[in-house]
């Protein structure tokens, strides 16, 4: 859970609030300051919609008491500086805590945030000043989305040479650290498939029958295609759980290249759907992306190869064989689904129509790790075919724009307009964000 920790700076003498009628409010004594601030405290409780990420608050008064902030700082994610005077200590004093520092000094009255912080959020990305409870929760939903990932473990379930590749879909596990804070595993594939070869029908039949149950119509796999996709879900639950990732990328051709081939994508789907962000042809860079996404958003996204982008019509299709059933958020209904084979020629997979009308956010990070373009769209229609299994149609608004800004070849998709919020990660974590078509 992130902690924020909230410091209230108030001046040695009385302290004065500048009201939002342009009154100044002046309060002198211990308890009366003491009241005031207690007075405070509670206002902002009431109007966050996540007040139970603050600590107890802590009061600076003079250059002595951020010894107890530096003693803080390590069980800190962030500060929330509550400015009620003007600040009695050096401003370097706060910067050097190395921690996102949230400036405020009153619900739309920022005259001593801004007085004392703004110029250092020009060159520091970890300061922000907030206008109002709003900003503020925006920054703790950002906030929350940096320590997600911070705090997630990547399963990368490939053959040893795609793990030592400097190609597009993989980016460097050293900056991937340094920069979103995600550890990578290495996990060899060959491992994946012996623990799936041992797994027996009875251990994998729950999983099936639960497929089976739940799609509206199966139209070519078989009980026997779809218990040994399940075999495939069983194991990789098993080899995510032991590594204690909450992530996962996986090079999925090579179970393609198997005497009996089996897709992978049932099980994609099913862990996108429990809250675990999978991305298929090891594509560490597409799963970066959706984390990402699915954090910010708290839904699971749907990533796709750029199919076509028509620029006489503004239109990008996005085509690919996995795609959650609860892209409307995790606690909302599943879609319906029907089981179909893979690119027409074995195994199982699911078709989902999507909501038409649905506005979406695409985005897709650089392999650096500096750049991530993005842009909105509106699905305008979805179709059941195979060359991958589902092929969305979307609107967007300046598709030669896009193509000429785009990295990469796949994309991922998210239900709901995400740019304020990647606009404001981005900028925390120090990438460009790049808004296109």
Same mark, same amino acid.
Request: aromatic share 6%.
């Given at each position: ?97 190395? /921690?996102?520092?949230? @400036? ?99 251990? @994998? ?23 040994? @996709? ?16 909450? @992530? ?23 862990? /996108? ?25 708290? !839904? ?54 999507? !909501? !038409? ?18 842009? /909105? ?42 740019? !304020? ?17």
């Amino acid at each position: 859970m992130l902690n924020v920790k909230l410091v209230f700076v108030l001046s040695t003498g009385p302290i004065m609030l500048f009201l939002p009628d342009g009154t100044l409010e002046r309060t002198e004594g211990e308890d009366a300051i003491q009241s005031k601030v207690h007075r405070l405290y509670e206002e902002l409780k009431q109007g966050l919609k996540s007040p139970d990420v603050l600590s107890e608050p802590v009061m600076v008064c003079q250059e002595s008491d951020i010894a107890m902030l530096q003693q803080a700082t390590p069980q800190v994610d962030a500060f929330l500086v509550y400015l009620i005077s003007n600040i009695p200590v050096p401003v370097s004093e706060f910067l050097s805590l190395g /921690k996102p520092l949230i @400036a405020f000094s009153g619900q739309h009255t920022p005259f001593r945030a801004l007085h004392i912080f703004s110029e250092e959020r020009e060159h520091n990305t970890q300061v922000t000043v907030a206008l109002d409870y709003k900003d503020i929760d925006d920054q703790i939903q950002m906030l929350k989305t940096v320590k997600r990932l911070g705090d997630t473990k990547i399963a990368f379930i490939s053959s040893p040479s795609s793990m030592l590749s400097r190609w597009h879909d993989l980016p460097d596990p050293e900056n991937i650290r340094r920069k979103l804070g995600s550890d990578l595993i290495a996990i060899d594939i060959e491992q994946l498939i012996a623990e799936a070869a041992g797994i027996s029908d009875a251990e @994998a039949e729950d999983t099936s029958r639960k497929w089976m149950n739940g799609a509206i119509e199966i139209i070519e796999p078989t009980p026997a295609d779809v218990l040994k @996709a399940a075999k495939v879900h069983v194991a990789l639950s098993r080899i995510i759980e032991k590594a204690g990732a909450g @992530a996962m990328a996986i090079d999925c051709i090579r179970l393609l290249s198997l005497p009996e081939p089996t897709p992978a994508c049932l099980a994609l789907t099913t862990l /996108k759907n429990n809250g675990i962000p999978s991305a298929c042809e090891a594509d560490v860079t597409a799963l970066l992306t959706m984390m990402i996404l699915e954090y910010s958003a708290n !839904k699971p996204a749907f990533m796709g190869n750029i199919a076509r982008l028509n620029p006489e019509n503004n239109e990008l299709i996005m085509s690919h064989c996995v795609m959650p059933t609860k892209m409307a958020g995790f606690s909302q209904p599943p879609d319906q689904y029907v089981l179909r084979n893979y690119h027409g020629y074995c195994g199982a997979t699911a078709y989902i129509d999507l !909501k !038409k009308g649905q506005e979406v956010t695409i985005a897709r990070i650089a392999r650096g790790l500096d750049k991530l373009v993005t842009l /909105k769209g509106k699905i305008l229609n979805c179709t059941d075919t195979t060359s991958c299994r589902i092929t969305v149609t979307l609107a967007i608004e300046n598709a030669r724009d896009f193509a000429h800004k785009a990295m990469g070849r796949h994309y991922v998709m998210v239900y709901g307009d995400y740019l !304020k919020e990647l606009r404001l990660l981005c900028h925390t974590l120090g990438i460009n964000l790049i808004e296109a078509g």
